[in-house]
């Protein structure tokens, strides 16, 4: 049950990031223990801040 439900969250972010992501790019998102305990927002958070480091967001999405 805690799996599905940060599967789910998981899911509903990368949805809501996928306009940002730049064309051409696969991502693959493993969750590791921590991820149970975080709340959306945190996990959000650290899910735009990797794609913007990976280089992965579109470029005026890590201009702003």
């Known amino acids: 049950m805690v799996r ?3 599967r789910r969250r ?3 972010i ?3 990031l996928a306009s940002r992501v730049a064309p051409g790019w696969d ?3 493993v969750a ?3 991820s149970v305990v975080a709340g959306y927002l945190e996990l959000r958070d650290a ?3 990797l794609l913007g480091r990976l ?3 579109t470029a005026e999405e890590r201009a702003g």
């Open 55 to 57: 280089g992965v967001l």
């Open 47 to 49: 899910v735009a801040l």
């Open 4 to 6: 599905n439900r940060v």
């Open 32 to 34: 590791r223990p921590a």
């Open 14 to 16: 990368v949805r809501s």
């Open 27 to 29: 991502v693959l998102i």
């Open 10 to 12: 998981l899911r509903e």
